[in-house]
Protein backbone atom coordinates (compact mmCIF):
# COMPACT_ATOMS: atom_id res chain seq x y z
CA UNK A 1 0.00 0.00 0.00
CA UNK A 2 1.31 3.55 -0.75
CA UNK A 3 -0.07 6.64 -0.29
CA UNK A 4 1.29 10.34 -2.06
CA UNK A 5 0.45 13.84 -0.61
CA UNK A 6 1.40 17.03 -2.09
CA UNK A 7 1.98 19.50 0.60
CA UNK A 8 3.76 23.06 0.86
CA UNK A 9 7.66 23.74 0.41
CA UNK A 10 8.75 22.84 3.70
CA UNK A 11 11.20 25.40 5.97
CA UNK A 12 14.72 24.22 6.43
CA UNK A 13 15.70 22.81 9.58
CA UNK A 14 17.72 25.36 10.68
CA UNK A 15 14.64 27.47 10.69
CA UNK A 16 12.14 25.19 12.54
CA UNK A 17 12.96 25.88 16.49
CA UNK A 18 13.83 29.33 18.16
CA UNK A 19 15.28 29.50 21.60
CA UNK A 20 12.76 31.46 24.24
CA UNK A 21 13.84 32.17 27.19
CA UNK A 22 12.43 30.62 30.24
CA UNK A 23 10.81 28.03 27.59
CA UNK A 24 13.41 26.42 26.05
CA UNK A 25 13.39 25.66 22.32
CA UNK A 26 9.84 26.17 21.05
CA UNK A 27 8.59 25.82 17.25
CA UNK A 28 9.56 29.14 14.74
CA UNK A 29 6.49 31.43 13.66
CA UNK A 30 7.70 29.77 10.28
CA UNK A 31 7.71 26.47 11.67
CA UNK A 32 4.00 26.92 13.12
CA UNK A 33 2.63 28.71 10.21
CA UNK A 34 4.13 25.70 7.45
CA UNK A 35 2.51 23.10 9.52
CA UNK A 36 -0.80 24.47 10.02
CA UNK A 37 -1.36 25.25 6.14
CA UNK A 38 0.28 21.75 5.44
CA UNK A 39 -1.55 20.02 7.93
CA UNK A 40 -4.87 21.22 6.89
CA UNK A 41 -3.91 19.96 2.95
CA UNK A 42 -2.80 16.70 4.45
CA UNK A 43 -6.22 16.48 6.45
CA UNK A 44 -7.96 17.07 2.56
CA UNK A 45 -5.90 14.40 1.08
CA UNK A 46 -7.28 11.62 3.50
CA UNK A 47 -4.01 9.93 3.09
CA UNK A 48 -4.22 6.14 4.22
CA UNK A 49 -2.62 5.51 7.45
CA UNK A 50 0.64 3.03 6.77
CA UNK A 51 1.24 1.06 9.68
CA UNK A 52 4.77 -0.86 10.52
CA UNK A 53 8.02 -0.01 8.76
CA UNK A 54 8.18 2.47 5.58
CA UNK A 55 9.80 3.73 3.15
CA UNK A 56 9.42 7.85 2.03
CA UNK A 57 10.14 9.35 -1.33
CA UNK A 58 10.14 13.23 -0.78
CA UNK A 59 10.57 15.07 -4.17
CA UNK A 60 10.94 19.04 -3.48
CA UNK A 61 10.35 21.94 -6.18
CA UNK A 62 12.87 24.84 -6.03
CA UNK A 63 11.09 27.56 -4.87
CA UNK A 64 13.65 29.90 -5.99
CA UNK A 65 17.14 29.90 -7.56
CA UNK A 66 18.79 30.00 -4.50
CA UNK A 67 21.29 27.49 -3.12
CA UNK A 68 19.82 25.07 -0.74
CA UNK A 69 20.88 21.95 1.01
CA UNK A 70 18.29 19.15 0.64
CA UNK A 71 19.20 16.98 3.37
CA UNK A 72 17.26 19.60 5.73
CA UNK A 73 14.05 19.24 4.18
CA UNK A 74 12.93 16.00 5.68
CA UNK A 75 12.32 16.76 8.81
CA UNK A 76 9.43 18.62 9.15
CA UNK A 77 7.19 17.02 6.60
CA UNK A 78 8.07 13.60 8.30
CA UNK A 79 7.17 15.17 12.21
CA UNK A 80 3.92 16.02 9.97
CA UNK A 81 3.05 12.56 8.89
CA UNK A 82 3.42 11.35 12.55
CA UNK A 83 1.49 14.19 13.82
CA UNK A 84 -1.37 13.18 11.64
CA UNK A 85 -1.02 9.20 12.15
CA UNK A 86 0.05 8.64 8.47
CA UNK A 87 2.71 6.92 10.12
CA UNK A 88 3.63 5.47 13.84
CA UNK A 89 6.60 6.60 14.48
CA UNK A 90 9.65 8.58 12.24
CA UNK A 91 12.11 5.71 14.04
CA UNK A 92 9.72 3.66 11.64
CA UNK A 93 11.28 4.96 8.21
CA UNK A 94 13.62 2.40 6.65
CA UNK A 95 14.46 4.03 3.76
CA UNK A 96 14.29 7.91 2.98
CA UNK A 97 15.01 9.26 -0.70
CA UNK A 98 15.19 12.63 -1.41
CA UNK A 99 15.54 14.54 -4.38
CA UNK A 100 15.09 18.09 -6.66
CA UNK A 101 12.00 17.38 -8.65
CA UNK A 102 9.49 19.49 -11.20
CA UNK A 103 6.79 19.20 -8.65
CA UNK A 104 5.36 22.58 -6.93
CA UNK A 105 6.09 22.58 -2.97
CA UNK A 106 6.22 18.86 -1.90
CA UNK A 107 5.28 16.09 -2.83
CA UNK A 108 5.63 13.41 -0.30
CA UNK A 109 5.16 9.18 -1.16
CA UNK A 110 5.00 6.75 1.74
CA UNK A 111 4.95 3.06 0.85
CA UNK A 112 5.39 -0.08 3.39
CA UNK A 113 8.85 -1.15 3.50
Known sequence: MSTTIALPF????????????GRGRVRSQRYREWANAAGWQLRAARPASVTGPVAVTILLGRPDRRKRDLDGLSKAP???????????????????????APVTGCQITVEAA
Open 10 to 21: PPPLNNLFANVH
Open 78 to 100: IDLLVEHRVIEDDSLVQRLTLAW
